[in-house]
């Protein structure tokens, strides 16, 4: 089987995601520091700045879907980079002309987030287009490694853009990163037909959901997202809370603990490369799971100064991204492996809007518990409730997927 170094096209795919996700991940940054440094934003009109660019995460990823399985991936992606590209330059021209405010701030970010639903979603149903089922699981840890280096690196970039540039200027770079995505993301050859799935929207829609929802292992993979998004954003909202209330740790500790899974995700995309093919898909999802789920559940019985309680979250940390993201990339080339071609943006839409669609909910719940029953009793409940994601597993087709999918 040749390698995907060698697949021209990958090459300018893998490229294309990388340099679009860093962008993604430096106005993350540069939006918020654009409203504070630039329009003197107050605090709750950051929250809400966060909130209408986060809000097409719950609103869009059916639609994204559907349209995606209509025209080509490759023209949504560089449409959607496109219009990042001009939603970034306009804030930046009316920044200058003196007719930049927060009605048009958020604006912007929501439609940058909007875009990025669609890229995220076209790229992900495009990979097994372009490099075929047999070779899906390499191109995803290929792909998923380079998202969690520009988790990592994108936002200190947008940090440091900020802080070498205006919040204005710093908005351009960031549009830079969108136009190297698209211009790359062009030169790929191999274009699959555009399926034009006939039918309203409404109805491709609702077909992507009825496939879903007909299929066993498919149908598992959506139940565990989003027992995992629900329990994971609930279990956050308190681990925020812990970490400097009852462990009293500063905020630059509370930053390298955080920062721990970063490098944990990288290690778990290159190892999701292999391990599925020699101990099986379904023995890793189910395995990589628990353990990553699993370790959350030893914070709470944490206690002492910060010299212990540090490097044992440090470790933590990097085992929940080691082991989070071997599932994240094997759930990734299950889904893709099992769907067919003309179902593939609608599919990954679903799945994604199932497990988002939770986060608001859970991180509700977990600021109830914390606030009712107490932080070191919320996080237990809650780190235990992530173990129903592999539970679900388990107890699905997926647990039976071997060594090879078809």
């Not at 804030?91 to 009605?103: I, S």
């Not at 075929?132 to 995803?140: F, I, P």
């Not at 492996?337 to 809007?353: E, K, S, Y």
Request: glycine share 12%; charged share 10%.
């Amino acid at each position: 089987m040749p390698s995907l170094r060698n697949d021209r096209d990958f090459r300018f795919l893998w490229v294309g995601q990388t340099a679009s996700q860093l962008g993604e991940q430096a106005a993350l940054v540069v939006l918020p520091l654009v409203a504070v440094l630039t329009l003197g934003a107050a605090p709750d009109q950051l929250g809400v700045l966060r909130a209408v660019g986060q809000a097409p995460l719950l609103l869009l990823p059916l639609l994204a879907g559907a349209w995606v399985d209509r025209w080509r991936g490759r023209t949504v992606m560089v449409l959607a980079d496109l219009g990042r590209a001009v939603a970034l330059a306009a804030a930046v021209v009316a920044a200058y002309l003196g007719g930049l405010g927060l009605p048009a701030l958020l604006a912007v970010a929501f439609a940058v987030g909007a875009m990025s639903v669609f890229f995220d979603v076209a790229y992900q149903a495009s990979v097994v287009r372009l490099v075929g089922r047999d070779r899906l699981t390499e191109a995803n840890s290929a792909l998923e490694g380079s998202r969690s280096g520009a988790q990592i690196a994108g936002p200190a970039l947008g940090g440091a853009l900020v802080s070498v540039l205006s919040a204005p200027l710093a908005a351009a770079s960031s549009g830079v990163f969108f136009v190297v995505s698209l211009l790359t993301i062009r030169r790929i050859r191999k274009v699959a037909p555009s399926p034009r799935a006939p039918g309203p929207l409404w109805r491709q829609v609702h077909d992507g959901l009825r496939f879903v929802a007909r299929d066993g292992a498919l149908r598992a993979l959506c139940l565990a997202s989003a027992a995992f998004q629900f329990c994971f954003s609930a279990t956050m909202t308190a681990y925020l809370l812990f970490l400097p209330r009852e462990l009293h740790l500063s905020a630059a500790a509370i930053g390298l603990v955080l920062a721990a899974t970063g490098p944990g995700a990288v290690v778990g995309s290159l190892l999701a490369a292999r391990l599925p093919r020699r101990l099986g898909h379904g023995f890793v999802l189910v395995s990589g799971a628990a353990i990553g789920d699993g370790v959350l559940l030893s914070v709470p019985a944490l206690h002492g100064p910060a010299a212990v309680t540090v490097p044992a979250l440090v470790v933590v940390n990097l085992v929940f991204g080691v082991f989070g993201q071997l599932v994240n990339v094997t759930t990734q080339a299950v889904r893709q492996a099992l769907t067919p071609d003309g179902l593939q943006g609608r599919v990954a839409a679903t799945i994604t809007f199932a497990g988002m669609g939770m986060t608001p909910l859970g991180s509700l719940l977990g600021g109830v518990l914390a606030t009712h029953v107490g932080l070191r009793t919320a996080l237990t409940v809650t780190g235990a409730g992530m173990l129903l994601s592999p539970m679900v597993m388990a107890c699905s087709p997926l647990a039976r997927l071997g060594r090879e999918l078809s």
